[in-house]
């Protein structure tokens, strides 16, 4: 979405990533001006999709553009709105989602109804609008949330490394030889 707004060109955003472009000017914007409809809603399952809204949010783009009579790649004037309603429709979706995924492992004795814990990590776990909305769900439904400081929030190679120290430090199967280790790379 970032990419399609051209972001990169807009004041406000030219040094920052997609994800924290949509962020800054979600904060400005009027997510009621755009509602887009969320993703697999005729799913029932745990299973996260953006493909379908990412076409929604490029039709409302390309309609924009030529209402406001720009070409692609020009800074359109509802930008903030458009950040704001993509945004929160990913929240929504990644909530929605989130919180099967909860109920099927309470359903199935998979967590402990105790200390049951959601942990977010990766970029999405470094926007607070996310992260604040996760918070909320994992409040209601007596879940500690764990994310990483949002410095550590960037790509899954960090994650992992992060999951690793977490783990060592615990004393959580943290193997000192690799002998006896089966691999398949993909």
Same mark, same amino acid.
């Given at each position: 979405? +970032?990419?399609?707004?051209?972001? %990169?060109?807009?004041?406000?955003? !030219? *040094?920052?990533?997609?994800?924290?472009? #949509?962020? !800054? &000017?979600? $904060?400005?914007?009027? %997510?009621?001006? !755009? @509602?887009? %409809?969320?993703?697999?809603?005729?799913?029932?399952?745990? /299973?996260? *999709?953006? *493909?379908?809204? $990412?076409?929604?949010?490029?039709?409302?783009? #390309?309609? =924009?553009? =030529?209402?406001?009579?720009?070409?692609?790649?020009?800074?359109?004037?509802?930008?903030? /709105? #458009? +950040?704001?309603?993509?945004? !929160?429709?990913? +929240?929504?979706?990644?909530?929605?989602?989130?919180? %099967?995924?909860?109920?099927?492992?309470?359903?199935?004795?998979?967590?402990? *109804? =105790?200390? @049951?814990?959601?942990?977010?990590?990766?970029?999405?776990?470094?926007?607070?609008?996310?992260?604040?909305?996760?918070?909320?769900?994992?409040?209601?439904?007596?879940?500690? &949330?764990?994310?990483?400081?949002?410095?550590?929030?960037? /790509?899954?190679?960090?994650?992992?490394?992060?999951?690793?120290?977490?783990?060592l430090h615990a004393g959580l199967g943290v193997l000192h030889t690799t002998e006896g280790i089966r691999y398949e790379p993909k």
């Open positions: 979405v +970032a990419r399609r707004l051209s972001l %990169r060109k807009h004041p406000e955003c !030219h *040094s920052m990533a997609g994800g924290k472009a #949509i962020e !800054h &000017l979600a $904060q400005t914007g009027n %997510r009621l001006q !755009h @509602a887009f %409809r969320l993703p697999m809603q005729q799913y029932r399952n745990c /299973d996260f *999709s953006f *493909s379908g809204l $990412q076409n929604l949010v490029n039709q409302v783009i #390309i309609q =924009k553009e =030529k209402e406001e009579g720009i070409q692609e790649g020009e800074i359109l004037s509802c930008a903030k /709105d #458009i +950040a704001a309603a993509a945004q !929160h429709a990913v +929240a929504v979706h990644i909530i929605q989602r989130t919180y %099967r995924a909860m109920l099927f492992c309470m359903k199935n004795s998979i967590l402990s *109804s =105790k200390n @049951a814990t959601l942990v977010v990590s990766g970029g999405v776990a470094s926007n607070q609008y996310i992260r604040k909305g996760l918070q909320a769900l994992a409040d209601a439904n007596g879940f500690a &949330l764990l994310c990483p400081p949002p410095r550590l929030c960037t /790509d899954n190679g960090v994650m992992i490394a992060w999951n690793g120290i977490e783990r």
